[in-house]
């Protein structure tokens, strides 16, 4: 069995780092002097992080006006940008953390842009900042102020559009800071194309909602399993460290904040993010005091509630600029308990307790993931927070812990049924009737909740499709563990395997809609080649001939092009085409019933095109399905064979034979079958080399 749980935790991890990587990556890029920065081509730079040379005024918070009059101003400080202020220094003197700066960048931009719309992306400025582009006022969070009377704190990232009225981009940035630990510009400026800019926020906003989300659903069923179970004290602890942590991530996550804590004032979400902190720390020490009691010593756990405790209310009656100074110890805390926490996990291990296998490898995963946030958040290395990703790979080695805890449990209820079986018959008879009627009522409300799902997905639009979607195989792991509380499913390992089973078809949904991410951003690669159109496809028919076969379905191929035409080539990516080709074959599969037939055919309709078809003698399709077949999430799952699908395979078909410059379509008569059918343009160069590009 451990060779399947190492499975599953690898599968998990991928998931994860795949869910991280693909957030949109930045470069910095373009010439930098002092107070300028030059970029040769927005095209081909994307988005630009302003990185460098800035000019600075300590001490001074001059407006556009200012800096027209030369002789007003003071000569300029050249500082890195960006960093806190307190690394700065002036006359050998490192500036102190409160004060207040005006910041300086000139952008030289190609005349070719003059007339465009450009967007810069302003992350928050500790801890209140306003912002001019060529000499107009664009943006302002908080009020910048002289003293801490004066100015007031906010922490919110703005997408700022603009218009470039010459080759000179000129932004000037007020900042002022009395109340934390950060001063300053801390985080990159990033400037490109409004649309990019704008993708580049809301892929980074889903990534973080998701995960939130998860945690969040996870933290309300260990809720529910503590009202059920008062007496399993792991479930209240766990419920807290994932809305600790929930919390945490959604404020770390400013443009996510700004949307679902809009109501909460700058100083009550700084409380909130380091209480998440210190309290997600003490109840996971908590939670693991739950699981080996016998090896977390008495004393040290006490002490351990007792620093993180009173750490968490000198956060609640401290300021801002007291508490966030103290974010050093806080993360030695951590740190220490942490290490505490995997020496418990090593002598759980020795002694060969339940669950040692599992807990270790996430704790120490989690641990890892905690030392990248208190690098990061430290500016020693530039990733992002991954604490809340740790935390949520942690909850799945739970979940795995506790079906087979209860998976134990059950098998010593069933010994225990034996023995009252042979005691009293009558008894049994009525518990297995009970039984069957618990078993059948839960089939039908899993039915009902399975049709309400399908009946919504075809609403909703695209983030709640994709929050829909994330949850299903969530809401089936839960299902089947209440089941197991309940005592309606009897106990057997098969419902390990459908958990499993769920997680793959999570793994798939993803895949595909990275696939649609990447198109729609122009980020996915077709490497084309010339390719002899009719050798590939009797190749792809030779390929799945036998799978389909074996399934008792006739496939066969034809080739309609004329016979004097002996050789006919196209420009294709073959991985991508073979995936549209396999999407279309699997769709035919699932239609056609007990020896059906499909049927490949390559065709000739006109001289510049060739006419891929697959085509099959299935149930066939109503109009109103046609109409919709090529729809994102769209799945017909009242009529087929049953199958595990998100409803995206069609949709990427159509954008892979799209970029190709060919055209998809289906027909279909109901009761007779359908005939899917894409169209390749005949390559008329030499195509001797192949070309990889991007949409």
Not at 207 to 214: D, E, K, N, Q
Not at 535 to 560: A, D, M, P, R, T
Not at 634 to 649: C, E, I, R, W
Request: contains cysteine; proline residues 3%; glycine residues 4%.
């Amino acid at each position: 069995m451990k060779w399947k749980y190492s499975m599953i935790l690898i599968f998990i991890i991928m998931v994860l780092i795949f869910s991280q990587s693909s957030t949109v990556m930045a470069v910095t890029s373009g010439t930098k002097e002092n107070g300028i920065f030059t970029i040769s081509d927005f095209a081909k730079e994307g988005i630009i992080e302003l990185n460098g040379n800035w000019q600075f005024y300590w001490h001074e918070l001059y407006t556009p006006d200012d800096f027209k009059k030369m002789n007003n101003n003071k000569k300029p400080v050249s500082v890195i940008v960006p960093e806190s202020w307190t690394s700065y220094k002036i006359k050998g003197k490192r500036l102190p953390l409160e004060g207040f700066a005006t910041y300086r960048l000139q952008i030289k931009v190609p005349e070719a842009e003059i007339g465009t719309v450009k967007a810069l992306y302003m992350p928050s400025a500790a801890s209140a900042y306003s912002l001019w582009i060529n000499g107009e006022e664009k943006s302002r969070n908080g009020i910048v102020g002289t003293s801490r009377e004066v100015m007031s704190p906010e922490s919110k990232p703005e997408v700022i559009p603009f218009l470039v009225e010459s080759n000179r981009v000129e932004l000037i940035i007020q900042v002022s800071n009395f109340n934390q630990r950060r001063a300053g510009i801390s985080n990159p400026i990033m400037i490109g194309e409004p649309e990019t800019i704008l993708n580049y926020r809301e892929k980074s906003m889903i990534y973080r909602a998701v995960i939130v989300v998860s945690l969040v659903i996870i933290g309300l069923y260990h809720v529910v399993l503590f009202l059920f179970r008062k007496k399993e004290l792991s479930f209240l602890f766990f419920a807290i460290v994932c809305m600790s942590v929930a919390i945490r991530a959604t404020i770390l996550e400013e443009g996510l904040a700004s949307n679902l804590l809009s109501f909460l004032s700058w100083e009550i979400a700084c409380k909130l993010e380091y209480m998440g902190a210190a309290l997600g720390t003490l109840f996971i020490a908590l939670f693991t005091n739950t699981q080996f009691p016998k090896e977390m010593h008495r004393t040290i756990r006490t002490m351990i509630t007792i620093a993180l405790s009173s750490y968490s209310v000198f956060v609640i009656v401290t300021p801002a600029v007291i508490f966030t100074q103290t974010m050093v110890l806080l993360q030695i805390l951590i740190v220490l308990v942490f290490l505490y926490i995997l020496y418990v996990y090593l002598l759980a291990a020795l002694q060969k307790r339940e669950g040692y296998l599992l807990n270790s490898v996430a704790t120490f995963i989690l641990f890892l993931l905690v030392l990248n946030d208190i690098l990061f958040y430290n500016q020693l290395i530039h990733t992002t927070e991954l604490t809340s990703v740790g935390l949520f790979f942690f909850l799945f080695t739970q979940a795995i812990i506790l079906s087979k805890k209860y998976s134990r449990s059950f098998t010593q209820a069933e010994h225990l049924s034996e023995d009252l079986k042979r005691l009293n018959s009558s008894l049994e008879e009525q518990v297995k009737r009970r039984t069957i009627e618990l078993e059948k009522t839960n089939k039908e409300l899993y039915c009902t909740n399975q049709k309400l799902k399908d009946s919504q997905q075809s609403k909703n639009k695209w983030i709640r499709n994709i929050s829909h979607e994330i949850s299903a195989p969530l809401t089936n792991i839960r299902s089947y563990s209440k089941g197991m509380i309940d005592d309606v499913i009897p106990p057997d390992k098969k419902y390990l395997q459908l958990i499993y089973d769920q997680s793959l078809y999570f793994s798939r949904m993803l895949n595909d809609l990275n696939d649609i991410s990447e198109m729609e951003n122009n980020q996915i690669k077709f490497h084309l080649e010339k390719c002899n159109i009719q050798e590939y496809l009797h190749e792809i028919y030779e390929k799945y001939k036998w799978n389909l076969e074996k399934q008792g379905i006739k496939f066969s191929f034809k080739n309609l092009i004329h016979q004097q035409v002996k050789e006919q080539y196209v420009l294709i990516d073959s991985t991508r085409i073979e995936q549209v080709i396999v999407n279309l074959l699997t769709n035919a599969q699932r239609f056609v019933m007990d020896e059906g037939e499909i049927t490949l055919e390559l065709a000739m309709d006109r001289e510049d095109t060739v006419t891929i078809r697959v085509r099959d003698n299935g149930i066939g399709m109503t109009a109103d399905n046609l109409s919709k077949v090529f729809n994102r999430f769209y799945k017909n799952s009242n009529q087929g064979k049953p199958h595990n699908g998100a409803g995206l395979g069609l949709p990427i078909s159509k954008e892979i034979i799209e970029y190709h410059n060919g055209k998809i379509s289906v027909e279909s008569t109901l009761g007779e079958g359908s005939c899917f059918n894409f169209t390749l343009p005949m390559d008329q160069g030499d195509g001797s080399s192949g070309s990889e590009n991007g949409i």
